[in-house]
């Protein structure tokens, strides 16, 4: 459900929808996205200071609920 809602969220915010991947992962024994985008967009989905990313983290906090909150990675394309 959170790489759903993450891609949704993540299209909403880059210019280049097609180039978003999410892949889920996991770091260290607990679960992780790694969110793929081209790379002229990945300054917007950390946004000013991290606080896009550090917003999109709290809204999968609370789309989790009891759940594990996966960790989120920005990559560019390659």
């Known amino acids: 459900m959170s790489e759903a809602l993450l ?3 993540v299209r909403g915010i880059v210019s280049d ?3 978003v991947t999410i892949a889920e992962s996991e770091r260290h ?3 992780a996205l790694t969110v793929q985008v081209a790379q002229g967009d990945r300054g917007a ?3 000013r200071q ?4 550090r917003a999109l983290e709290a809204v999968l ?3 989790a609920g009891q759940s ?3 960790s ?6 390659d």
């Open 7 to 9: 891609e949704h969220l």
């Open 45 to 47: 989905v950390i946004g």
């Open 17 to 19: 929808q097609d180039a």
């Open 29 to 31: 024994g607990e679960p």
């Open 61 to 63: 906090k609370a789309a």
């Open 50 to 53: 991290g606080r896009t990313i």
């Open 68 to 70: 594990p909150v996966p």
């Open 72 to 77: 989120l990675e920005v990559v560019d394309e």
